[in-house]
């Protein structure tokens, strides 16, 4: 077939559904378990309000600052790791991760991490999303099971 292998465009439309959804499912679930965990140690008659709150706020900021991370620093270093050779979870996993907080360090720099109270759990919550997203990327793309031949 002209243009690529059946398996060669499942592969490309794999890693871009993949690019999509994991920064957003990341930030859904970074910012609610940030909320429950909130709600556990500051008990508030507002939790049920603020878990609704912190999925759309999840999904927002996924959506907003992940995507472009994931389109400009994510599929670069996918491609890098399958070129090496990396494909499995945890590497996708730790790799998320550290996307996710660059752009924190990048943008806040030391001003806003010089605050414990907001910098901490901030920087917390960037990570954990990164790593959710790093999984669920995986679990789109799945790179452990490409052929030699597929690029993407």
Do not use: Q
């Amino acid at each position: 077939r002209v243009g690529g292998s059946t398996a060669e465009t499942r592969g490309i439309g794999h890693t871009i559904c993949g690019l999509l959804a994991a920064p957003i499912v990341g930030g859904m679930i970074a910012s609610t378990l940030m909320i429950l965990l909130a709600s556990i140690l500051t008990p508030s008659s507002n939790a049920l309000m603020m878990l609704h709150v912190s999925i759309l706020a999840g999904l927002i900021a996924g959506a907003i600052f992940g995507v472009p991370a994931a389109l400009l620093v994510g599929w670069p270093v996918h491609l890098l790791m399958k070129w090496r050779g990396v494909k499995r979870r945890h590497h996708y996993t730790l790799a998320g991760a550290l996307i996710a907080v660059l752009p924190l360090a990048v943008s806040s720099g030391s001003a806003l991490l010089a605050s414990p109270n907001l910098g901490v759990p901030l920087a917390i919550s960037f990570l954990l999303a990164g790593a959710i997203g790093g999984v669920t990327f995986w679990l789109i793309r799945r790179p452990d099971r490409d052929m030699r031949a597929n690029s993407t």
